[in-house]
């Protein structure tokens, strides 16, 4: 964390060299075959979602959770209009990413940041690394869901 | 330190009385040992973790040191009974109160000895308890966080050093008075010692579920020195035995004076006995004050209580409780092998050291086996409860620790070595010199009933030339040793910080796994926590400001703050947003004198207290490398003349128009 700009750079050198860190259990998602993945559907991120069905109208209680997490966890670095702070705004991000590309951002931030093109070029833009900010799969859908309604989706 | 001298005048005199050239007593010189495939045995490959955790007591400087057993790595400083610049502990509002006492807030105490709780006599790897030898008292750490979450404070006691000693399923901690003083604040001569001085011995109840402690009940005993201590575990289970010395009752010189007899004592307790008594309802309530500190997980703060009585046996009057095993010359360690059946008594100044057996002792008190009584407790016969001798062990035995092999390693303070010997046939097996000056030493799981072996550890007392001099003050020197097989292997110094006491090694794989890594926001119960940015807030209430302030990378919220004045107390409650394993970020404030900076973990809410002394614009930053814009976390707090109108206001990214707030 202190060598944060020694770590970046390592990131942004040594794609495929993962640090030979001792594995915790239930800790580090399977890289490799995260990475097979990603070659299936470049668009859809890296990470456990595979494939999100999305419905209209939107689900109001997922969007109830999503708020109360948006304010506890993002708000702080992410606007609801397209400026940036430390992140970019939220408005449209649900039209430019697919919603997997978006819920593998949130849940598994760490290998998107070391092996997905797009999080790098966002990475390089903002010169911060998002936080992994301990959300789950069911955390990540609720935002979703509200980053839906914020764009102006019913 | 002042251990430390006592040790050094203790090796004076012996080395002077002693007119035995012994063999070993003189340390050979560094580098001489060879070190064959040490460096091997010792490496830990970077990126790969260490088989054990070494939670070493830090002496004078009241924390813990966890290192790294077989690299010395040192990991953490934890504070326990000292502020730490580091933390913030004892600097925040949250933490100050880990430190209150019956004598107000006391900023440095002294930690000797560890322990490790257990379940069946075996390590459970739940909390690690210490002693602050100087006030005393008792702490918990938790191994699940590695901070400490309790302290009692310890009354009637006038130094509590024979503590925190464990029974074998972390039923009881004890805790005994270093020195006897008259119970109660009495106001009599010192010289009225035999008359009115008395000991004090405190067993602390655990909470099986929490690790809760309160004093179950303390026992008066007998007015003269209590020094270490060790439950009894298996067969000797419902035991407790303690090293007394100053049998003679000297107040003054002690060094010649409490050196005259031949023997002091091992005394023994029944604890299950006392607890049958206490049951009974046949304690004694007394008056007492002392404060119990508790540091609450939840909203991540410490309340200090002052508790009023204490319930007491006098020993005097319940004579089955207590038995006293005459053990030669002044015993320090007191330690108890693996199956319980043996006591080993480590008389400092004593050519051979006793090992006493549990079912001996139990005999001889059946049989009424006594050589007579001291202020009415039995005496057992020394013949009666002694399995044997170890014969020229060495100089200056100190403690004992085992391995999981039926051996002993003891360390001998004045000829600097550690000597292996087998606990039944009590044949000294293996010796090895230590630099300098060994005082406790280490075997994982070494006072457990079932020790992991492998290594035995040297906290020397004497660092010399071991390292790079740096000024009169140098780093403590311990020392790893293979014991894996027939001979103990030096394998690495590692410099320690403080001046280590006990210390305790468990294997890795029963801590490492708990190991919090953040506080989760949504179980942040801290009333001034600002769970979000929409949540941070400035509210004046009298004269005091309080700002719930937010922290993630690379910006406070708020960052501008107007209308504090002189007089003013300002709280800065910073709540982290992160949820990240270690991003802590830190906060300070210009000027804040009496006080410092704190430092906050992911999801955890902490306070600063600053009392503004001057008229102006202050700065405030975040003192921990964050980001690449960490320089960037900063802020201003506008501080304006005592009865001045300036609103009450503040923001982050906001943009005024420079005539604003004027």
Redesign the interface.
Known sequence: MKYFLGLTLATMMLLSCSPGKPNQPGEEPDINKSAVEAITDPTKGIGAIKNVTLENPLDQERIKRGVAIYEMKCQACHKLTDQRIVGPGWKDVTKKRKPEWIMNMITNIDVMLEKDEEAQKLLELCLMRMPNQNMSVGDARDVLEFMRQNDGEK | MKTKIIYRILSALVVLSSLVVWQGCKPKAPGSVTMGDAANKAFVPP???DEFYNIVSGGFNGQIGVYGIPSGRLFKILPVFSVFPESGYGYSEETKPMLNTSHGFVPWDDLHHIALSTTKGEHDGRWAFANANNTPRVARVSMKTFRTEEILEIPNSGGNHSSPFITENTEYLVAGTRFSIPMGNKDVPISSYKENFKGSISFIKVNPSDGKMNIAFQLRTPGFNYDLSRAGKGPSHGWFFFSCYNTEQAYTLLEVNASQKDKDFIMAVNWKKAEEYIAQGKGRIEKAKYAHNVYDESTHSATSTMQQEVTVLDVMEFPDIVYFIPCPKSPHGCDVDPSGEYIVGSGKLAAMMPVFSFTKIQKAIANKDYEGDFSGIPVIKYESALHGEVKKPGLGPLHTEFDDKGNAYTSMFVSSEIVKWNVKTLEVLDRVPTYYSIGHLSVPGGPTAKPHGKYVIAYNKITKDRYLPTGPELTQSAQIYDISGDKMQLILDFPTTGEPHYAEAIPASMVS?NSLK?Y???ENKHPYAA?????AKVVRKGNEVHVSM?A????L?PDNIEGVRMGDVVYFHLTN????????HGFAVKGNAGNAEILVMPGETQTLKWTPDEVGVIPFYCT???????QEMSGYIRVSPAGSNTPLKFST?VIEDSNAGK
């Open positions: 990126g790969k973790y796994p953040i989760k926001l949504e769970i979000g940015e929409g949540q937010t993630i990378r690379s910006h919220t947003l992160e949820q990240d394993w270690d991003v802590p921990d490398f964050c980001s690449a814009l960490h990214g």
